[in-house]
């Protein structure tokens, strides 16, 4: 799949959602968990859709109905929990033999380097805020696994952060999906969603280069 494809599927999720409601029915539930799950628990797929997914589905389930919302908040925290917890353990059992040889096509050692700096800067908190971070959400409990973070504490920011996560953004498409506006600019809307996921990773590398410029 070309970079090309994959942008057209962010800025146009919500055709995209009606026509494989249309396609496969009831089964678009596990579609999208399939996806979040893949998001948020496999380090090699940071780039599938998680924001900009959450408030497409939350506004179908509000505008035409396509969608049950209560049905959505169920599938996706339960996807949003059981990938990070999928990543816990792959980074705990085999996150330093995948980053043993240094970077490659599949394994971004800059990503993981990125997500070690956010986690020693906010501590446990990393797994709630992480959320909110497109790739550093894909990141964090693998980075968790791989220090062995204690896996009760774990559990409780995993579950705290989905649910947060999930209702900002799911929430978000329901409750305003449906106006006109937003109805009328949706790709606009998207766009400037993953814009604003974007803004600090660009910040941080921004504010990284920044720091190399020498001096005068």
Avoid at 55 to 81: D, K, Q, R, Y
Wanted: aromatic content about 16%; overall charge positive.
């Amino acid at each position: 799949m070309d970079i090309n494809t994959i942008l057209n599927i962010f800025l146009h999720l919500d055709t995209y959602l009606v026509t494989m409601i249309t396609n496969y029915g009831v089964f678009i539930y596990a579609i999208i968990f399939i996806v979040i799950f893949c998001e948020t628990g496999l380090v090699v797929t940071p780039f599938l859709p998680g924001d900009s997914l959450l408030f497409a589905a939350g506004a179908l389930a509000s505008g035409v109905g396509a969608l049950n919302i209560w049905v959505l908040l169920i599938v996706i925290t339960m996807a949003a929990i059981l990938g990070d917890t999928l990543n816990y353990f792959i980074g705990k059992y085999a996150g330093t033999k995948a980053f043993g040889n240094g970077d490659s096509k599949i394994f971004k050692k800059e990503y993981l380097n990125q997500t070690e700096n956010f986690y020693a800067k906010h501590g446990d908190k990393a797994i709630v805020l992480g959320r909110f971070f497109p790739v550093i959400r894909t990141f964090v409990p693998f980075v968790a696994g791989i220090g062995k973070m204690d896996y009760p504490k774990f559990v409780l920011y995993n579950i705290i952060g989905a649910i947060i996560w999930v209702a900002v953004f799911l929430m978000g498409g329901y409750l305003f999906g449906n106006i006109e506006f937003v109805k009328n600019n949706f790709t606009l809307v998207i766009s400037g969603i993953i814009v604003l996921s974007l803004t600090p990773g660009i910040y941080h590398l921004a504010t990284k280069y920044v720091r190399k410029i020498p001096t005068v």
